[in-house]
C-alpha cells in the first residue's frame, strides 16, 4: 500500500494497482492500451502556464512547488479519494515528464502523503 510515481514510458506492472495519469496532455507515442490507466485526471496537472513555466525555470523547484500547491487547492475531494485508495491499496501516478527526480508527480505524491497522515 502507498504511491508510487512512474513514467508513462515504463512498462506498466501488476504491481502498480490503481493507475492515474495527472499530466494535461496525453504522453505521445503511447497508446490507450499499452498505458493501462484506471483514470486520466487532466484537472490534477500543472495548469499550462504553469508547466511551460516550470520547463524555463527548472531551477525554480520550490516556486513550482508553491504555485502548484495553491492550482491543486481546489480538488479538496479528488485528493481525498486519491489518499483513501493510496491507504487501502497501491496507487501509481503516472507522468511523461523527462524529469524523472522532479515533476508534478512527485509533488503531488509529497502532497498526498500529507494529506494520508
Known amino acids: 500500500m502507498g504511491i508510487a510515481v512512474k513514467r508513462a514510458y515504463d512498462p506498466p506492472s501488476p504491481d502498480d494497482g490503481y ?3 495527472v499530466d494535461r496532455l496525453w504522453p505521445r507515442g503511447i497508446s490507450k492500451e499499452e498505458a493501462r490507466l484506471d483514470e486520466w485526471l487532466k484537472e490534477l496537472a500543472p495548469s499550462n502556464e504553469l508547466r511551460q513555466w516550470f520547463h524555463k525555470n527548472l531551477s525554480h523547484r520550490d516556486e513550482f512547488r508553491q ?22 491499496g497501491q496507487l501509481t501516478l503516472v507522468y511523461s515528464s523527462r524529469h524523472e527526480d522532479f515533476n508534478n508527480a512527485t509533488v503531488l505524491k509529497e502532497h498526498l502523503e500529507t494529506l494520508m497522515r
Open 19 to 21: 493507475r492515474v495519469l
Open 67 to 88: 504555485r502548484y500547491l495553491a492550482e491543486l487547492a481546489g480538488h479538496e475531494e479528488t485528493l481525498r479519494r486519491l489518499a483513501h485508495i493510496a491507504k487501502t
